[in-house]
């Protein structure tokens, strides 16, 4: 959408009697309705279908032309089913594309359980080039849309990303490891069952030194750490990262510090905007929170570190980046608990490294409801 309509059609909004959220400015509210702008789409929710034609027609006499698609089910190329308050995302559509062009239609292409070997991928440097029967860059993008309702092959396919400009045989038999994963699991999808309480739930999680040994040891991208975070709300996934670290950790203990400071930086704003839409729809009050915010650490050393008064360190980590020590001042203002996860319960983990099957099938589970 160009700048200038998007002021257009905000000043329209706001004359409507909606409210621009502080935080997110392609969100809009009033006590009964919420209207979210992407791109030269728009979503609406209201709390019956009258006030949103209602909402339709106003707009209309705003000079604003909106036609009437129908349903959120199908936006974007994601199905939604709701059973109840359980909701299913699913991309069935794409999934099959994918598949198909990474030619694994035939019945030889048998399904694995995981999509990601647990060896790292590397560079491989001296391995044989990819064959080129695979648009690489192409399924790449397919995805990581995808991703929008299958965060568990969001590790998987990341690191296979890493190589889209030079991808070597190793890189397209990972690609295609994704996609028979895929093949397996393709009516599959994101189960939301929302529980009753009102709360947010951070799971960060590093994976250190992952690619030690798999890659040249003289290369420093070889020794840097992965992070990896799901955030859920009211027990339902909202957001969920897999990526490498910037800079080279030297500890565990580090490589997790810095997996918690970067997990914060989507956390904060999330709680932001949902203490807002809360307010505007009378579920808590403005300057008060019924809302239960917990970050999971599976690694006691960045615990106790994360726990500490901000201007304390340590002597084994005096040393850190100070752009990682700052979200240490806003937990007791924020009241958000930091408390030790088990790391067999630590969601993060299937974001950040290969896993055997048992394993990643129950972090799977906790996920994705399946």
């Known amino acids: 959408m160009p700048r200038y309509f998007f002021k257009y059609f905000t000043e329209r909004l706001v004359r409507q009697g909606l409210t621009q959220s502080l935080f997110n400015p392609c969100l809009f509210m009033t006590s009964s309705m919420i209207v979210i702008i992407y791109v030269d789409d728009i979503l609406i929710y209201g709390k019956s279908v009258n006030e949103i034609d209602d909402f339709i027609q106003r707009m209309k006499t705003e000079d604003v032309a909106l036609n009437k698609e129908g349903t959120a089910e199908g936006y974007l190329g ?93 890189h397209e038999d990972a690609l295609k490891r994704i996609g028979r994963y895929l093949k397996g699991t393709l009516e599959n999808g994101l189960i939301l069952n929302p529980s009753d309480e009102l709360k947010i739930d951070c799971y960060p999680d590093a994976d250190f030194a992952g690619l030690w040994n798999r890659d040249e040891k003289q290369d420093p991208h070889c020794v840097r750490s992965r992070t990896g975070y799901v955030i859920c709300l009211s027990d339902c996934p909202v957001l969920w990262i897999s990526k490498l670290q910037t800079e080279i950790a030297l500890s565990t203990m580090e490589a997790e510090y810095v997996a918690l400071s970067a997990s914060c930086r989507d956390l904060f704003p999330l709680i932001d905007v949902t203490k807002e839409i809360c307010s505007a729809f009378s579920l808590i009050l403005p300057d008060k929170t019924n809302m239960h915010i917990t970050i999971h650490e599976d690694n006691v050393g960045t615990l106790i570190l994360g726990q500490l008064e901000p201007r304390r360190m340590t002597p084994r980590s005096k040393h850190y980046a100070v752009k990682y020590h700052w979200f240490r001042e806003h937990l007791i203002p924020r009241k958000i608990t930091l408390v030790k996860i088990a790391t067999n319960e630590q969601l993060g983990d299937i974001f950040t490294k290969g896993l055997n099957r048992i394993a990643f099938q129950r972090l799977r589970k906790m996920l994705m409801g399946w």
């Open 78 to 170: 994601v199905d939604i089913q709701r059973d109840g308050k359980q909701v299913t995302f699913t991309q069935v559509g794409l999934t099959k594309r994918i598949i198909d062009a990474l030619g694994l239609n035939s019945k030889l292409s048998t399904a694995v359980a995981t999509p990601a070997d647990k060896a790292a991928l590397g560079r491989d440097l001296d391995g044989q080039p990819a064959s080129g029967n695979v648009n690489y860059a192409s399924v790449i993008g397919m995805l990581l849309y995808l991703g929008h309702s299958r965060p568990d092959i969001a590790f998987a396919t990341h690191q296979c990303a890493r190589y889209t400009f030079a991808p070597k045989q190793s």
